[in-house]
């Protein structure tokens, strides 16, 4: 993610299944890229770390809502692209649509490029109860991934390399989404 230049400064949080009951996620605050073992700390699926004063990701919520409601789900990362910053502010509705891309296929979810599908974009908050609130209490299935607005993306998967493999899929939609835009000189609707 480093590599790509999704976790900028600060920005993103990683997380993966440990079992049933908890999860391994980044420590709030740190750089990212330059990730540690003492900077993976272990929370249960309410975001309580397993030791007492560990100070887990400011975003844990929404990492543990996703492995609440998707008991496949074995990983989450979360970034701070250009793409998904730039696109969600320039796109104003609750959506941004992908249709016609080879690239929807690595979804797995989806067999061919020709389908619509619709990225979920959610006003950003510092409130994550609020914000899990406003996501739902059922993540899409359509896609495994979201977007805060004019924060960054969410993403998931069975594993740490398959929640990779769809974050780069849905990075490289959003990098072409954008691209698209600046050839074309239109804003978004
Ligand atoms: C530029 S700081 C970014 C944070 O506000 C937040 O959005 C983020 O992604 C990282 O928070 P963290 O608490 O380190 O997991
Ligand atoms: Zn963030």
């Not at 709030?28 to 900077?39: E, H």
């Not at 008991?71 to 969600?88: C, F, M």
């Amino acid at each position: 993610m480093d590599r790509f230049g999704w976790v900028p400064s600060f920005g993103g949080n990683i997380s993966a299944r440990l079992d049933g009951r908890s999860i391994a996620i980044t420590r709030s605050g740190g750089r990212k890229g330059f990730l540690g073992r003492d900077n993976i700390i272990a929370v249960d699926l309410e975001g309580r770390p397993l030791n007492a004063g560990d100070r887990p990701s400011a975003e844990t919520l929404l990492h543990c809502h996703v492995y609440r409601d998707l008991p496949e789900v074995g990983a989450v990362l979360h970034g701070h692209s250009v793409a998904a910053t730039v696109l969600s502010r320039l796109v104003t509705g609750p959506a941004i649509t992908l249709a016609g891309y080879e690239m929807i296929k690595a979804f797995e979810i989806h067999h061919t490029h020709d389908v619509r599908v619709s990225v979920p974009v959610f006003e950003n908050s510092q409130d994550m109860e609020r914000l899990v609130h406003d996501i739902g209490p059922e993540l899409p299935r359509h896609i495994p991934g979201y977007i805060l607005r004019g924060h960054g993306a969410y993403a998931w998967g069975r594993t740490v390399d398959n929640a990779m493999a769809n974050l780069e899929a849905l990075e490289f939609l959003l990098q072409c989404e954008l691209e698209t835009l600046k050839v074309r000189g239109l804003s978004a609707a």
